[in-house]
């Protein structure tokens, strides 16, 4: 029971003193100090006190050491992403971090595809990931970066590595966000998607190569969902022709109209 860590722990996180919390929940700071200390035992009313006062719920107080958390995690729950209070189908996610205590960057390449669809919750299988970091993303936020296959992303090259951030809510996805989509029957697929969830239980994935045809697929078939961040490949993405013809176009317009333009000043 980690429950007098957690709320110790939770305090200095936030800043407060002994003090500051016993007021705000009616109680002297000696009761605190005992509840901290592992003195005391609390009630059902101290616990739901507690719970309400950090916004985490009474199982995650109680059974999660809160401590050994990384920091993405810890957010998650600052901002209400608690699986006990939300409900619904509880998603772990295994990952990794550093000797900080800071979350690794995970890399699925090609040939760990396969495998990640099954072991994406085994804490083992993603223990022998190869990690990196980015230094220029938020500590605050949880990525894994994969390698994608095949030209449906075009321009993105084939082969390229795409970095996503953990998505915990599926219903704040956005229509028009890229995202990687790990599920049962497909793999891993990197698709645009259009948020139909609420309203019949479904995304619609989209591809940029037009030549693909935009499909569904139910949430119950979806095991994760990173939303796109960045791509990292050795190749320069191909011109886009359909744009480049278009911009020719305009430019012989161009010409013609000063070429008008010239005419009638004459």
């Known amino acids: 029971m980690y429950f007098s860590s957690n709320i110790k722990f939770l305090r200095k996180r936030k800043g407060r003193t002994q003090d500051d919390v016993a007021f705000a929940l009616n109680m002297k700071r000696s009761t605190l100090s005992g509840y901290e200390n592992n003195v005391a035992r609390p009630g059902v009313g101290v616990l739901m006190a507690f719970s309400d006062y950090f916004k985490i719920a009474i199982d995650t107080l109680v059974k999660i050491n809160l401590a050994e958390l990384p920091e ?66 938020s500590k605050e936020r949880k990525y894994r970066t994969f390698q994608i296959s095949g030209d449906s992303m075009l321009p993105i090259p084939d082969k390229s590595w795409v970095t996503g951030e953990y998505i915990e809510n599926w219903n704040y996805i956005k229509d028009g966000q890229p995202c990687i989509v790990i599920t049962l029957d497909e793999g891993i697929v990197f698709k645009v998607v259009e948020n139909k969830i ?46 480049d013809d278009i911009a020719q176009e305009v430019r012989a317009l161009r010409k013609e109209v000063k070429a008008i333009q010239m005419k009638l000043e004459i």
């Open 72 to 137: 993405s995690q810890l957010t998650q729950l600052e901002r209400g992403y608690d699986v006990f209070i939300n409900g619904g189908n509880i998603r772990i996610l295994a990952t990794t971090v550093d000797n900080e205590n800071e979350d690794n960057i995970e890399l699925v390449n090609e040939k760990a595809k396969a495998g990640y669809t099954c072991g994406f919750a085994d804490p083992e299988y993603i223990k022998v990931l190869p990690t990196f970091k980015l230094p220029f993303l």
């Open 198 to 243: 609420e309203k019949d239980g479904q995304l619609h994935l989209h591809s940029l190569n037009k030549i693909y045809e935009p499909y569904e697929i139910s949430v119950k078939d979806i095991k994760e969902i990173w939303k796109f961040v960045n791509f990292i490949s050795s190749e320069i993405p191909e011109a886009n022709t359909e744009k």
